[in-house]
């Protein structure tokens, strides 16, 4: 079965940093552009950022360029998103997403999110 | 960055219903276009990608046209589990864009 699972989240304070992971199973993660899209509470949805297949070239939104790292572990079929300097504006559901024919940009697999949750 | 559009933001209908939701993009997107299905508290499903192709295990009731800005997104009779919130999404450029969403209840 084709699966992402994300992890890593939780209540951080104004300032602080958290890990995101997103395990991959069930197809061949090494051939598959990735990406980061998050849902702030009862609000849509908002792209974050991509990877390439190999890891050398990535993408962000502007509201979190130079504060979080997308990045990726092949032999560990792991995507991660490295988050700092978390404002309570990045308070969110943070899904990882399969690119479905890459790079197309179309998202056709999802994990079921984790949560981030920034206040003091 | 495109500003994706989508109208209405919220609708009401009725089971067997054919319902159409627009999305508009701030500037030409081709077929760079794709629509979404999300549950409450579950993650988004791909229903159709580049405009109007349907992504594998999705009914044949839905169903995407469109091309340049304008783009549709037709259900052609609503079943009981199509009631949800659909989004639209650009990728035509970076950074990837979505619409606001569009709600639908039962009425």
């Known amino acids: 079965e084709v699966q992402l699972v994300e992890s890593g989240g939780g209540l951080v304070q104004p300032g602080g940093s958290l890990r995101l992971s997103c395990a991959a199973s069930?197809?061949?993660?090494?051939?598959?552009?990735m990406h980061w899209v998050r849902q702030a509470p009862g609000k849509g949805l908002v792209w974050v950022s991509r990877?390439?297949?190999?890891?050398?070239?990535?993408s962000y939104a502007d509201s979190v360029r130079g504060r979080f790292i997308i990045s990726r572990d092949n032999a560990k079929n792991t995507l991660y998103l490295q988050v700092n300097s978390l404002r309570a504006e990045d308070t969110a559901v943070y899904y990882c997403?399969?690119?479905?024919?890459?790079?197309?940009?179309?998202?056709?697999?999802w994990g079921k999110g984790t949560t981030v949750t920034v206040s003091s | 960055d495109i500003q994706m559009t989508q109208s209405p933001s919220s609708m009401s209908a009725s089971v067997g219903d054919r319902v159409t939701i627009t999305c508009r993009a701030s500037?030409?997107?081709?077929?760079?276009l794709a629509w979404y299905q999300q549950k409450p508290g579950k993650a988004p499903k791909l229903l159709i990608y580049?405009?109007?192709s349907l992504q594998s295990g999705v009914p044949s009731r839905f169903s995407g046209s469109g091309s340049g800005t304008d783009f549709t997104l037709t259900i052609s009779s609503l079943q009981p589990e199509d009631f949800a919130t659909y989004y639209c999404?650009?990728?035509?450029?970076?950074?990837?864009?979505f619409g606001q969403g569009t709600r639908l209840d039962i009425k």
């Open positions: 990877i390439n297949s190999d890891g050398s070239s990535t």
């Open positions: 069930g197809f061949t993660f090494s051939s598959y552009w």
């Open positions: 997403a399969r690119d479905r024919d890459g790079p197309n940009y179309y998202m056709d697999v």
């Open positions: 500037q030409g997107i081709s077929s760079w």
């Open positions: 999404q650009q990728g035509n450029s970076f950074p990837i864009t």
């Open positions: 580049a405009a109007s």
